[in-house]
């Protein structure tokens, strides 16, 4: 079964320090992996995914991510971040083949001014 | 291009009063999910439809909550009794024809308050 660990359920950086939001993942096979972000109030926003090919992902809002295979690993990235950033980021896994979409648990971000 | 479109935004509601909630999907989105969210934790599906077919209700607690989505498009989830565990926000996403790698894009989902 698919699984999406993401084991902090905070950070707090200051703005202009980089951001990192790790993520950690259990398939069968090679992953599809997203992320999403969710500002209060609000429903799920994609940021970016990866498929297949280069482990450097680039998506919105200057954010990337990088995929590795070895650490089972999908980290958020974002060299310098913003207070506009601070929200709740997803991490999130598809198997080949399947539909369904598993959610960890989320991460608060803030950051401060 | 609309975005997925849910109603009520928000609904409090006693215990044992049932409740249903809307989604309008993406034009063309034939994949449709409903999603749980409770607070401080990540979604959890619900049901997935393939057009009008549910191809994954194996999360749906069927004793209470039901699902339809007639003619593959708009689709409606219903809480009948809603109990105060109910208490969430319900988010229902879509995903157009293709293969697994295409992004879900999410509703902004509805509150339910049960007291």
């Known amino acids: 079964a698919q699984s999406v660990a993401q084991p902090e359920d905070q950070v707090n950086v200051a703005e202009g320090n980089p951001l990192t939001v790790k993520c950690t993942y259990s398939v069968s096979g090679n992953p599809y992996l997203f992320w999403y972000v969710q500002y209060p109030n609000r429903g799920l926003q994609f940021l970016l995914k990866y498929i297949t090919g280069d482990n450097l992902v680039k998506g919105s809002y200057g954010f990337e991510a990088e995929f590795n295979k070895s650490q089972t690993s999908f980290h958020l990235k974002k060299p310098s971040a913003l207070v506009s950033d601070s929200a709740l980021y997803f991490c999130a896994v598809r198997e080949p083949g399947d539909y369904k979409l598993s959610f960890g648990a989320g991460t608060t971000v803030t950051v401060r001014a | 291009e609309a975005g997925v479109v849910q109603s009520p935004r928000y609904k409090i509601i006693e215990k044992k009063q049932p409740v249903a909630f809307w989604c309008n999907p993406i034009?063309?989105?034939?994949?449709l999910y409903w999603y749980l969210q409770n607070l401080g934790q990540g979604p959890e599906l619900l049901i997935r439809?393939?057009?009008?077919?549910?191809?994954?209700d194996s999360q749906l607690p069927k004793d209470r909550f039901s699902a339809e989505r007639l003619k593959g498009v708009d689709s409606t989830l219903k809480i009948q009794p809603a109990e105060l565990g109910d208490s969430a926000v319900y988010l229902c996403a879509s995903s157009p024809p293709g293969t697994p790698n295409t992004e879900a894009f999410f509703g902004q989902g509805t509150r339910l308050t049960v007291v």
């Open positions: 034009s063309g989105h034939n994949t």
């Open positions: 439809y393939e057009n009008e077919e549910a191809v994954d």
